[in-house]
């Protein structure tokens, strides 16, 4: 996974295909995303 800071927003690839597509986050998004990794709420 690849993630880049551009204008605020997250995009987050594949690292192996880095030509490839990404989805791109709000700042809300990606930190709702990150907290709910941190606090283990997957899977």
């Known amino acids: 996974m690849c993630r880049d800071r551009q204008a605020g927003r ?17 700042p809300a998004e990606w930190a709702a995303f990150a907290a709910t990794v941190e606090h283990g709420h997957l899977g």
């Open 10 to 26: 997250t995009g987050v690839r594949d690292s192996k295909d880095r030509s490839g597509p990404a989805l791109v986050f709000a």
